[in-house]
């Protein structure tokens, strides 16, 4: 076998487990972002939740304090 031909395979020997760790890391980098904008699109979803329950509590809420008002006022 010839230097060169040796070369060409501990090259490939050599390049192939660390291509794999790179294409691994890409493929997890990529996850994680999807996992990550998932996470943040349901945080905005309960955020938004939230917002109009306690809209909902600061109505009623005010709705009851006119009537209390209104009741001591006579």
């Known amino acids: 076998m010839s230097p060169l031909v040796q070369v060409a395979i501990v090259a ?15 493929i997890n ?6 996992l990550s904008r998932q996470m ?3 945080f905005a979803e309960h955020r938004e939740m939230f917002r109009s329950e306690l809209y909902r509590v600061e109505q009623v809420m005010d709705a009851r304090l006119k009537h209390l008002e209104a009741h001591f006022a006579r």
């Open 12 to 26: 490939a020997a050599a390049g192939l487990p660390t291509l794999t760790v790179l294409v691994s890391l890409l």
């Open 29 to 34: 980098n990529q996850r994680l972002t999807d």
């Open 40 to 42: 943040d699109q349901r």
